[in-house]
């Protein structure tokens, strides 16, 4: 399914300053019945951002207005736990271009690349001085260049680079998925078969 093309993301950051976020309580078990990609972005930190009454946790991150932006910045080791891809989905579907981390668990990683989201794994000092931007400034705001593999507190000009998987980048760039790739080397496919025959 072809997804929007990434080269640039520039904007402020939603802040979850938690560490070990398993996937469980990115999306709920409970709400993994839909059989399409839409509408998890709704139940994304359903049980953090909600009480049993369905009413809005008022000291959670995602329900205080000040905090808003595409890019999601988390604690060490996100994703954890079991290998659903509908974290992703939910990530992705509430409006998150970008998730921050100084650790990812690998299958979720993969997830998130696979389905348009690109997760930066930066190291806990850089992850220290974004944490500490953000709370003096909501405001503030991040570049993530996914040609150049930087991510760059704005007002300071700080900088790390990045590491992403070669394939996965040109499919983010390109907004491709696997198919879409193999459907875009078609010409390349055939005269290399047209030239063996």
């Not at 808003?68 to 974290?87: C, D, M, P, Q, Y």
Request: hydrophobic fraction near 40%; charge should be negative; include cysteine.
């Amino acid at each position: 399914m072809a997804r929007d093309k990434f080269t640039t993301v520039h904007s402020s950051a939603v802040p979850v300053h938690i560490e070990n976020v398993d996937t469980d309580q990115i999306i709920p078990a409970r709400f993994l019945k839909a059989t399409t990609r839409d509408g998890f972005g709704e139940n994304l930190f359903r049980d953090w951002r909600y009480d049993n009454n369905d009413q809005p946790i008022a000291d959670f991150i995602l329900n205080n207005p000040k905090y808003k932006g595409t890019i999601l910045v988390s604690g060490k080791n996100f994703g954890s736990g079991s290998s659903r891809e509908h974290a992703a989905w939910a990530i992705y579907d509430y409006g998150f271009k970008v998730v921050v981390s100084s650790f990812f668990a690998d299958i979720f990683k993969n997830n998130a690349l696979n389905n348009g989201l690109l997760p930066v794994q930066v190291s806990e000092e850089f992850l220290a001085k974004m944490f500490s931007a953000i709370e003096n400034d909501a405001n503030t705001q991040f570049e993530v260049n996914l040609v150049a593999q930087t991510l760059t507190i704005v007002a300071t000009g700080e900088t790390f680079n990045f590491e992403i998987n070669t394939y996965k980048k040109e499919c983010m760039i390109n907004g491709f998925d696997d198919i879409d790739y193999l459907l875009n080397l078609k010409g390349k496919i055939e005269a290399f078969e047209g030239a063996r025959a």
